[in-house]
Each structure stands twice: as C-alpha cells, then as structure tokens.
C-alpha cells in the first residue's frame, strides 16, 4: 500500500503548489546552467569561428577579447615574412552602440583583409561575403537587418550583402563584418568640430617651436595614426614549427603569440571566469534553498501526521514502512519540482534575452544534485518520525 | 488457553526520592474470548498498564507470556520481535478511533493485513467480510473525516480484527460516543471476543459500559484488585 501516494492525495493543492514554488526554483537553477553554458559559447565562439594558427597581439597582453590589444597595422607584413608563416591578415575588433533601423543596437565589429585575408565569416546562409574593399558589410542574424538593407556608421552607409549566424561577439550582442578600412573609419571617424579642436591644439604646441608657416606644413604629419589594429591572424606553412615561429615574433618584434586553445583558456580564466563563479554561487544557493524549503515542507507533512505515524508503530508497522512514507513524499516532492523546471526552462529558454545552451548533462548533474538534496532534505522528517513514540497514539 | 500471562508485573519510573511506582506486582491472566475490564481513576496506572500489556513499555520487573512464548523474563525483554507479535496477533482500539486520515475505510481496514503480507484478492475479501461484519460496507470507500464517530470506531475495531489477534488491547473505546453507541461498541466487543476466541482488555473508567464482562479488574494507586 502507498501510503505516499494516499497522503499527497489527499492533500493535493499543497503538493501542486509545492511542487510548483520548487519547481520555479529548478528552473531557475538549470536557466542558469544554460546562461553559464550561453555565456562560455558567446565568449568563445568568436575565437572558435575565426581559429587561426596564432593570435599576434601587443606585447604582455591577453587580447584582443580578453583585454585590450593596440599595434600598427603594417606589422602584419613583418610577421608574413617570418619563416613558417603562409598567412597574415590585420584583425580588428571593437564594440560600439549606434541606430540600426531606427533603434539604438549594441554590436561589435570585425575589420578584416577582405580579399584573403583571416578573421571573416566562414559561413554564411544568406547573400555573400563581402567583396569590395568599402561600403559593404556581413552581419549576423540577431542585428535585425535583411540583405540589402543600408545601415549607416559614421559618415558612410554600409549595405547588407551578407547574413551569418556563425559566431557571437564574447558580449552574446550581434556582430558586423567590415572591410579592415571601414572598419577604422567607423571606430577612428571623428567629428569635424573635433578635428578643428585638435588641430588648433597641435597648432599651439608646434607654435612654440616653429614658425607659423612651419608649424602648419608639419602639422599634417603629426596627425593621429588610424592604421591601428587589434591582432594579427597567422596562418602557418604545413609542417611549419609553430613554436618556433612564436619565438622569432616574441623575440624580433617584441609581441605576444597565442594559439586558439591558449585565447581560449585566456578568456575562460580572464574574462570569462567571474560569472562563472557568480552563476555557480547563485546555482548552490538556489539548491541550498531548494533543499530546505522541501525540508521543511515534508518535515510539516510529517509533524501533521505524527499521530497516524504513531498509530502505525503501535500495530506493528516496521521502521521501513514509516521511511519510505517519508522518504517517498519527499522524492516525489523533489522530482515532480525537477520535472516541472525542467519542461518549463526547455519550452522557454528561447524567450530569454542572453542566449542559453541547455545540455543534457548539466541537467543530469542537477537533476542527480536535486535527488540528493531531496534525500538530505527527508532526514528532518524521518528523524522526527522514527523518534516517535508509539504510546502517542494511547489517549485522547 | 491463556493469551496473556503477567506475573510481579511493577514499573518504576524515576529513582530515589523522586521514584514513582506505577504499577506494583501485579498478576494478570486472560484466556482466548475472555472479556476484561480493567478500571480505574486518572493517574490509578491504567495507561502504563496497557502500554505493558501492548509490549510498549518495558516493565521494570516481571514475567509477561504471551500467546505461550515469554516476553519478558523477571529483569529484561526476552530478544523477541515485539512489533511481530503486535502486528500479527494483537489488535488496538482507540479513544478517539486514530485512522489514519488519508486512508479510506476500506484501505485503513487493510493496511494491517498489507504489514503481514496478505495482498491481492484474500486481503479484499478479509476486508469486505470485516466492514460487513460492521455494518459499515456501504461506507468503504469515504475517508475517515467524512464518517461519524461511531462509523469511525466501527471501521477502527474492523481494523483491530483484520490479522485475527489473539489480545484485542481497548482504551476508553466509549470514550467519544454517545452512551447508544457506547453500549453498541462494547456489545460489539462481547461478540468478537466469545465469537473469534480473542481475549479483549477494555481500559475505561465508565461502570455503566461494563455489563456482561467476564471480568472487572480495579487499579488504584498502581495495584491490581480483582472484583469478579
């Protein structure tokens, strides 16, 4: 006989009700687990889209994701000429928050050789890639552009000749694809009043020094430099030794050399690794609270029926009958929540606006954490229910 | 045959000055359709002598044979599975019924019988001749809460009979119905007890409710008379 069972049906409002507050709890619980998920595929899935041989960045630095890198675009010409190298290609990549069909859209932006060059998108499921050196651009689904729409950035208007779903800027915001041109113009353009500001500040400096007519023949040449880049994309020769190859960059021209697998690790231990920790700390504390809240539901379940508990010890009901009353109660309890959360986070993750990546084994885990905490949380129960002295049930 | 033998029964509770005597030598032998009243004022040591006599309690000294197999020797349990012998051959009536509530009649009748094993069609039929027996068939699908009392102590002395006990063990069974359904309780016990051969120890303090019992035992300060 079930006595479970016959218990939570009778009191069945309390149980769905239960069930459901702890259910909400659960998927809150494995959203999260999805966004710490979401969060490692949005951080990594740049570097694993672009996957050259090495990452060239400026010297002690962890960039160009994980922190900020800055070196002269001609370098790259230095670095194709090292032995062992078939291909480098100036990679820029930087964030910025302007209108897009009338709405104000935070997205990042990648400049790459567009003609051969690294660092584009591999795969496009609609339009193109680009193909002309200025005013064309590739972006990805989540911007809300159709191909041939015109976007304008800066001074120019860029047209949609191409739609990705590939990679995802580390931020999980949509990412743009520009020529390596537009792509400084768009980060570099400054406004007329600003440049008339500078060049009036640069005027009175050299005016210190030079002549007028001096200082204004020199001031062209002292403007700022725009042909920054980020990174610089290296592809290397079959069989080429790529260590090696890291140490004549790192020791000629006094830069940082990564491969994929140590940006990834960069991002995971750098950037990445704070809400990482911040989403585990929030899991444990929602299973902890999970935990006792169905502990105390079943340790009120058990105290209402101490009576009727003690009415089956006296007729001879073995401690095994009284535990698995108790013990059952609370795994249903447990995983009719867990199945709740669960149907609910995989019907609605879609609606969450930061992307979740739901995998089977992390629910698994939760799920195998959620039972035992369910076992934890019976023990409340059980302790008052084995304690219970059969002699209760004697009297009025 | 004797069912219950108790031989310089005494319980003790507490030590030196602080020492309450419950029970004190007392002797007690009730046979198979016996039906004994036992007593008694508050506080006279009726509750700790059923509790002794349910096997719940540990005496401090004396024998207790039950059904020809010792208990309890002079000064300790004899190493037999107790909660064995109460749920196969003894059966519990209660002051204020004590059904289990989320059970229905017909479930709380069975549930003694799924502790020893009997399922399936025998442990219906049991049940379904137990509720008729108590005229209580008709009710056997309601949950206890929605019986009167007295169906409630009809279904509960059902339950007491499910694993034909030899020592049916009554507190105060009249104690929450009318003096009509009082005396249809205890009518009920003279049955069972001639009718199955039980021996039945009712605890009451009401006089009135004892007619036709074959024996009435007085406690009174933890001491045992017998009247007749």
């Given amino acids: 006989m079930d006595l479970a069972v016959h218990d939570m049906k009778l009191h069945k409002g309390r149980f769905i009700a239960t069930v459901m507050g702890v259910g909400l709890l659960f998927t809150i619980v494995l959203a999260m687990n999805g966004l710490y998920r979401g969060n490692i595929h949005e951080g990594l899935a740049v570097i694993k889209a672009t996957n050259p041989d090495l990452w060239v960045v400026e010297r002690q630095r962890g960039g160009p994701f994980n922190e900020t890198s800055t070196m002269p675009e001609a370098y790259h010409y230095s670095v194709k000429a ?315 | 045959m004797e069912v219950l033998n108790i031989a310089g029964l005494s319980k003790i509770f507490g030590s030196g000055r602080l020492e309450v005597r419950a029970l004190e030598d007392i002797n007690l032998s009730v046979a198979g359709g016996d039906l004994v009243a036992l007593l008694g004022p508050s506080g006279s040591g009726k509750t700790t002598m059923l509790l002794c006599a349910s096997l719940i309690l540990e005496p401090t000294r004396g024998k207790i044979v039950f059904d020809g197999e010792t208990i309890h020797q002079q000064n300790g349990w004899a190493g037999v599975d107790i909660r064995r012998i109460r749920r196969e051959k003894m059966g519990f009536i209660f002051q204020s019924h004590n059904l289990i509530p989320f059970l229905t009649a017909r479930q709380n009748v069975l549930f003694p019988l799924s502790l020893v094993g009997i399922k399936g069609e025998a442990a219906e039929a049991r049940v379904k001749e137990l509720l008729e027996y108590m005229e209580i068939s008709e009710r056997a699908d309601y949950l206890p809460a929605l019986l009167s009392g007295g169906e409630q102590q009809r279904v509960a002395i059902a339950r007491a009979l499910a694993n034909n006990p030899r020592l049916i063990l009554a507190d105060e069974p009249t104690a929450s119905l009318d003096t009509g359904r009082g005396k249809r309780v205890m009518e009920l016990l003279k049955k069972i007890a001639k009718e199955n051969q039980s021996a039945v120890i009712v605890v009451t303090h009401d006089v009135r409710m004892i007619e036709g019992f074959d024996s009435v035992y007085h406690l009174k300060d933890g001491r045992l008379n017998h009247n007749h």
Wanted: aromatic letters at 8%; charged letters at 15%; a positive charge.
């Fill in chain 1, 82 to 396: 090292i032995p062992g190298v078939a291909q480098a290609s100036p990679f820029i990549f930087y964030t910025v928050e302007r209108q897009v069909g009338g709405q104000s859209r935070h997205f990042s932006i990648i400049g790459y050789d567009v003609f051969d060059g690294l660092g584009g998108p591999q795969k496009i499921h609609a339009g193109r890639s680009i193909a002309r050196a200025h005013y064309e651009m590739v972006a990805h689904d989540k911007l809300g552009v159709k191909l041939g729409d015109q976007v304008p950035l800066g001074l120019h208007t860029y047209t949609v000749v191409g739609l990705t779903r590939e990679a995802i800027s580390p931020d999980g915001e949509a990412l743009v694809y520009l020529s390596l041109p537009d792509a400084q113009e768009v980060l570099f353009q400054r406004d007329n009043e600003e440049i008339r500001n500078q060049r009036a500040r640069l005027s009175r400096s050299l005016n210190k020094s030079l002549s007028p007519q001096a200082a204004e023949k020199v001031l062209p040449g002292v403007q700022p430099d725009t042909h920054i880049i980020n990174a610089i994309l290296v592809k290397l020769r079959p069989g080429a030794d790529r260590a090696a190859v890291s140490r004549h960059i790192e020791s000629w021209l006094y830069f940082s050399t990564f491969t994929t697998a140590e940006e990834t690790q960069l991002m995971l231990k750098g950037r990445l690794a704070g809400m990482t920790k911040q989403l585990l700390l929030f899991r444990t504390l929602l299973l902890i609270v999970s935990v006792v809240i169905i502990s105390l539901v079943i340790y009120t379940f058990t105290m209402e029926k101490i009576r009727s508990i003690a009415v089956m010890k006296l007729i001879g009901a073995p401690n095994l009958t009284i535990v698995r009353l108790v013990m059952e109660q609370s795994m249903l309890l447990t995983l009719g929540a867990f199945l709740f959360g669960f149907l609910l986070i995989h019907n609605t993750y879609h609606l969450f606006p930061k992307t979740l990546v739901l995998l089977s084994g992390d629910d698994f885990v939760t799920f195998m954490v959620a039972l035992f905490g369910g076992i934890l949380a019976s023990v409340l129960g059980l302790w008052q229910a084995l304690k219970t002295q059969p002699a209760m049930a004697l009297g009025g």
